[in-house]
């Protein structure tokens, strides 16, 4: 076995026992891990026979090997298609009901009212169907909830106001699979509730006229990973079909709307896999072309440059669209990606973005207070496996990034809660691979440790009442000790490949994303430079980055930043080096576009002393 450094002139091998020496000899990373090589035996020789019998070049056969493709499967994995990844929506628990009903909606003109959640996931899923059902010609009516005042998932008062407009017919979306109260409600004024969602259950379903969700118990569908975007593009697929067999003309044209598809899935951080790699990649085809004045705007609002890459979805452009959600008003994100009005989208992307500089502003002073409470908690030892912190000073609309930044900070699964005047409070939850932390917030409601709460494997929230912070906390690590153990046992860097900073070319970059779009799932390709001089170091940027160029020594320089690692053990590191220092520096790449030229970037995760 051996691991391939490609250098200018073409790769060599260092021989390396894998399962004995971990990668490059790093034991003890300047972050306390070790390094290893992502392929064990079993994959390297995959790979090697990916690379002998497909045309993918040698580091694309690691890749693809690396995330446990096949031969038989490296083709349509670099290549997915929805031909190919597309199964029958009818599969779906429930779909053809939900189906048959939005087909009857649409035929007679009823008006439909969409309840949909606050997030990316649930604006692009709300203007998923206004744009369909608009595009039919039927009326339609929506509400997004406000997150402080309202709350997670509909209410009967927001319901009963959707009634008032005239809707016969609610549809909930990526919420609803846990709201029997208010969706009994609805019935009970006499309308029909269809809900398309994907959050774990707890307990039974609801009342619902139709619930369609591939994380119910009873669903085989095996489409547990799609986000509530790719449910409901699933139910307009069958929607399509049963208006088609009805004789119908004039349909919307679905593929057009796959950029909304492929944000929603990149924002909810849903396992890139299968049928949602499928949606990514052609919805980013899409949202290159332009078709959505709303996207476009906030391209241009967010200062994006170069083509449109799943990198910006979830960083540029889904963090603007959920500071509406969080600190503004809950519905300028469907607004945005509804409107068929240019100016109107201008505006609204304008107002977003400023809305999203306010939000950096009041999650930088909460993740300062966050941190310091989190390292008193730790203090000398290991700490609690999961850190659950409060404070009355933080705004709501925030904590679930506070918990992401937490996560990230001292690798373990961690809840940020915004307490009332009370002692109860609104909390998130983000987690490690590995810990399942909705399974665990969902067990803490029906033991009646916390008032209310749901989730997925990586992300939860909460409302707890007063008095029940301490039990939450003890119940977390009491639940979760022995998985959060297990997880940070083998939290180590699992890197593809090794390189030279010369060999760290645009044309490298762009094979290497032939194996994206990378996310949860299918993890970014992490490189690792050996024995790289760092030239230069500095702090840059409110968020504390550190910037960087590293060489191999033969007149090569490689442009890099580490995100947030001021104060960190990685950026101490890298600015003691910053005078020609020698690390073994360890990152992905990304190509920066300026003025139409393409330059690489390292952007650095780790780095050992040689």
Request: one cysteine or more; proline letters at 6%; aromatic letters at 4%.
């Amino acid at each position: 076995m051996a691991v391939s450094i490609r250098l200018s002139k073409g790769p060599i091998s260092i021989p390396m026992k894998l399962d004995v020496q971990p990668f490059l000899n790093v034991t003890n990373s300047v972050t306390g891990r070790v390094w290893h090589d992502r392929l064990d035996p079993a994959s390297a020789r995959m790979a090697g026979a990916i690379g002998q019998q497909t045309a993918l070049s040698e580091i694309l056969s690691r890749i693809v090997a690396g995330r446990g493709v096949t031969v038989d499967g490296a083709e349509s994995f670099i290549n997915p298609t929805l031909r190919d990844m597309m199964p029958d929506p009818a599969t779906l628990a429930d779909m053809t009901p939900l189906a048959q009903r939005l087909a009857q909606a649409v035929s007679v003109g009823e008006t439909v009212g969409l309840f949909a959640d606050y997030d990316v996931d649930g604006a692009s899923s709300a203007a998923l169907m206004i744009r369909y059902l608009r595009a039919c010609g039927c009326p339609v009516v929506w509400h997004i909830p406000d997150r402080i005042f309202e709350g997670y998932g509909p209410n009967a008062a927001a319901l009963d106001g959707l009634i008032a407009q005239g809707a016969t017919l609610l549809v909930m979306l990526d919420c609803g699979t846990t709201s029997a109260g208010p969706i009994a409600h609805a019935r009970q004024k006499g309308v029909d509730v269809l809900v398309l969602d994907h959050h774990l259950v707890a307990g039974d379903l609801p009342p619902a006229n139709a619930l369609v969700n591939p994380n119910r118990p009873d669903d085989i569908s095996g489409l547990g990973h799609l986000c509530a975007g790719g449910v409901t593009f699933m139910a307009l697929v069958a929607l399509n079909r049963i208006l088609r067999e009805s004789g119908r003309g004039g349909l919307p044209d679905l593929m057009t709307l796959l950029d909304l598809v492929a944000l929603a899935t990149v924002c909810d951080v849903v396992p890139l896999t299968g049928l949602n790699r499928a949606f990514v990649v052609r919805g980013v085809e899409v949202m290159r072309a332009g078709r959505n004045p709303g996207l476009r705007a906030l391209a241009i609002a967010a200062r994006l440059s170069g083509p449109v890459a799943p990198y910006h979805l979830g960083y540029l452009l889904g963090p603007r669209i959920n500071a509406g959600g969080r600190i503004g008003d809950a519905g300028l994100g469907t607004r945005l990606l509804s409107t068929e009005d240019e100016h109107e989208a201008l505006t609204i992307a304008a107002q977003l973005d400023e809305l999203n500089q306010e939000r950096q502003r009041i999650e930088a002073r909460a993740v300062e207070e966050a941190c310091a409470t989190a390292e008193m908690e730790i203090g000398d030892g290991e700490g609690p496996p999961v850190l659950v912190v409060a404070s009355p000073d933080w705004h709501q609309g925030v904590v679930g990034l506070v918990a992401a930044r937490l996560k990230e900070r001292f690798n373990r699964p961690s809840f940020a809660i915004a307490l009332g005047r009370d002692g109860g409070g609104t909390g998130s939850g983000r987690s490690i691979p590995g810990v399942d932390l909705g399974k665990a917030v969902i067990g803490a409601v029906s033991d009646g440790v916390i008032t209310k709460g749901g989730g997925h494997a990586m992300a939860a929230g909460v409302t707890l009442t007063g008095g029940q912070l301490g039990g939450f906390r003890a119940y977390l690590a009491d639940a979760l000790s022995g998985d959060v153990g297990v997880a940070r046992e083998q939290r180590a860097v699992r890197i593809d490949a090794a390189l030279t900073a010369r060999a760290a070319s645009p044309q490298f970059v762009h094979d290497v994303e032939r194996a994206g779009p990378f996310g949860a799932g299918n993890p970014t390709p992490l490189f690792a430079l050996p024995a790289h001089k760092v030239k230069f170091a500095e702090v840059v940027g409110a968020g504390g980055h550190v910037r960087l160029t590293v060489s191999a020594g033969d007149g090569a320089n490689l442009k890099a930043i580490a995100f947030r690692a001021a104060g960190t053990p990685l950026g101490a590191a890298l600015l003691k080096a910053r005078e020609g220092g020698t690390l073994h520096l360890c990152g992905s790449l990304a190509l920066d576009h300026w003025q139409g030229r393409e330059t690489v970037q390292l952007r650095v995760v780790d780095a050992a002393v040689p």
